[in-house]
């Protein structure tokens, strides 16, 4: 592990995206457009007094879904065409070390996912009004590490995909069903127990418990902690299984 | 077949071809004994052994197919190999220590499309602790200087691939692989970059470089013949043009190539 290589790799990556405003655009905004989208939706509803609003829980979880999504598809088709022009096979014949590589790739797109995070969190609050109990700090370290948790998945992916076109295609494998089981359309302890145990080893569940865990508490929990603690730790293990699909030597 | 027998070194071509035939003084900065490389089920080498002589340029020449690519690939080392033994630089192919010593330039250019010229080659440089100064001299050693602030991505074929060129020089090896690194360049390009090899092999860097145009062989100090994943021969351009009776390399080339095919034939029947 090398920081200056590891640094340069992120500049190199970040000025990647420099060159495509068109995307940096789509990064930063389109999660507090989809954020608006779902307010007028739950616009017209009526409210028993004292009942918060749907757009409090949907809204909020969506900070953590939206980012992971994004980083999940900018990542997966990035490294694959880092796989596909050569530049990865010449870079593994170089000093560089594989760790350098992929946390220089996690570190670039955490900025880009911090900087996401922090626009949509902020037109959450201020826009559209949006009241929870807990620190807006918390939701959007929750966003960044979910968007990082997008980042270590695409990375992984994108081993496994030959073509841009298939990478496309890992979305509804990875990200929807962690997406349909993460809380936000059934309470997790409604389901019934099987999809029960599998939302249990998906990532996604645990931003979005601890995103209920800051609606509902104005001081941090040990749930919190807990759910912070699974999320980088899933980060670790899947950007360790990224690694091991860097071969230096093929066929 | 009158020619046949004049060849310089007319081996069976499973057999072992001579360490260095060639004659050239020096240490060897490659040296390969037995190489084999399967892929699936056919064999893309077949028993390679030679030595690559230091600080001279070694052109390795064949026909599309013939295994130049998984050659230079299993001197850098990302090439799994069957059977044998690679040895760059004193040390195993693919060793850590060898990384900062060996530049490997692909056929395809890989270098970033969405980069410029100069990012491109300050990354490729930044692994190699190469900084700003290394790469603007290599961007004028490859005549890129004026591109700089370009886009890779918007630059001719010709000037993307000294670009993929100029990321494999910042690192200053002391062992340059090239895989037809002169392909789809005009003349005028081509004869500047062969004087810029000879200027590198003359400061002492080993050069390996493929090519399919045999007029380009004549720039080599020794040349590497493969055909079908085997060494048909080691030799100098002029062992080639007195084996094959004609100062035309192409011309003795072919004449080489067939003889070989002859002899297969004949074994054959």
Redesign the interface.
């Known amino acids: 592990m090398n920081v200056s290589m590891m640094w340069a790799t992120s500049r190199r990556v970040l000025g990647q995206l420099r060159g495509d405003p068109r995307s940096i655009g789509l990064i930063l905004v389109v999660p507090a457009l989809l954020l608006a989208l779902v307010y007028w939706l739950y616009q017209n509803e009526t409210l028993p007094p004292g009942m918060p609003r749907t757009f409090d829980r949907v809204g909020l979880m969506m900070l953590g879904i939206f980012p992971f999504v994004v980083m999940f598809l900018v990542t997966s088709i990035t490294m694959l065409r880092e796989r596909t022009s050569g530049t990865l096979e010449r870079l593994l014949t170089t000093p560089i070390h594989k760790a350098d590589l992929l946390f220089g790739y996690a570190l670039a797109f955490s900025i880009m996912a911090a900087l996401q995070a922090l626009v949509a969190t902020g037109t959450a609050y201020w826009v559209f009004g949006m009241k929870i109990e807990g620190n807006a700090g918390w939701v959007v370290l929750i966003s960044v590490l979910t968007a990082v948790l997008g980042v270590a998945l695409g990375l992984l992916c994108s081993a496994f995909a030959a073509t841009e076109f298939q990478a496309v295609q890992f979305m509804p494998v990875v990200v929807i069903p962690q997406i349909l089981l993460c809380g936000l359309f059934v309470a997790r302890d409604q389901m019934n127990g099987v999809l029960h145990a599998i939302s249990n080893v998906l990532p996604l569940s645990y931003a979005v418990d601890g995103l209920q865990q800051v609606a509902a508490n104005a001081d941090p929990t040990a749930d919190l902690a807990r759910d912070l603690v699974v999320i980088a730790s899933f980060v670790v293990v899947v950007l360790l299984l990224a690694s091991l699909t860097l071969r230096r030597r093929t066929a | 077949m009158s020619h046949r027998a004049a060849l310089p070194a007319p081996e069976p071509p499973a057999g072992p071809v001579p360490a260095d035939p060639s004659g050239l003084p020096g240490p060897a900065g490659v040296s390969v004994e037995g190489l084999r490389v399967h ?1 699936g089920k056919s064999t893309v080498l077949a028993n390679i052994t030679c030595n690559i002589p230091e600080g001279r340029i070694t052109g390795l020449l064949g026909p599309s197919g013939s295994g130049k690519t998984t050659f230079m690939r299993a001197l ?5 190999i069957t059977a044998g033994t690679v040895t760059v630089l004193g040390r195993p192919a ?1 060793d ?1 220590a060898n ?2 010593d ?1 530049g ?1 330039v ?1 056929q ?9 010229v100069l ?1 491109n080659v300050r ?2 440089g ?3 602790g190469a900084g700003r100064e290394e790469a603007l001299a290599v961007l004028n050693a490859v005549g890129l200087s004026d591109f700089a602030k370009r ?1 890779a991505g918007d630059l001719s074929g010709g000037q993307f691939s000294r670009v993929s060129l100029a ?1 494999a020089l910042v ?1 200053k090896p002391r062992l340059l692989v090239l895989d037809e690194p002169t392909v789809g360049l005009d003349p005028v390009l081509r004869a500047e970059l062969w004087t810029q090899f000879a200027a590198m092999a003359a400061e002492g860097t080993t050069l390996i470089i493929s090519s399919h145009v045999m007029e380009e062989a004549g720039h080599c100090d020794t040349l590497l013949l493969l055909r079908e994943g085997m060494l048909l021969a080691q030799l100098t351009p002029e062992q080639l043009r007195q084996g094959g009776e004609t100062d035309d390399l192409e011309l003795a080339f072919l004449r080489l190539i067939q003889a070989a095919a002859e002899d297969e034939r004949k074994a054959a029947s």
């Open positions: 892929r850098v080392g990302v090439q799994k693919g850590p990384r900062h060996v490997y692909t395809a250019a890989s270098v970033y499309r969405d980069l410029s990012d990354y490729f930044s692994v190699h886009r990321c690192g």
